[in-house]
């Protein structure tokens, strides 16, 4: 029986058009320094809103999403909303599916 159901962890903002270059970058070496753990991760521009990012990571275990949230990555994704543009609040989704 497995007891871990995989996670999903969003962060979105919008970012000024005088940062993204930044931003992407900083994202490409967060991106490479991202535990193995994490089974898949994407940065997306919002094609309805110009300028508006989402940041999609899956993780398997909820440890694992709160071992990368502790992570100098996480505190480099994170910053990187924060500092070049406007976050949201981050969004945990957890995959509650009880069998």
Same mark, same amino acid.
Request: a neutral charge; proline letters at 0%; charged letters at 35%.
């Given at each position: 029986m497995m007891d871990n159901k995989p996670l999903l962890l969003k962060?979105?903002? =919008?970012v000024p058009e005088n940062n993204?270059?930044? =931003?992407v970058q900083t994202f490409k070496l967060a991106f490479s320094q991202i535990s193995s753990e994490c089974l898949e991760k994407t940065l997306s521009g919002d094609c309805l809103v110009n300028g508006y990012y989402h940041f999609i990571s899956l993780w398997p275990s909820e440890k694992a999403l709160r071992d990368f949230m502790q992570s100098p990555e996480f505190v480099?994704?994170?910053g990187a909303f924060e500092t070049l543009g406007t976050s949201q609040k981050t969004s945990r989704i957890f995959n509650e599916t009880k069998t």
């Open positions: 962060l979105s903002g =919008f993204r270059k930044e =931003f480099l994704i994170e």
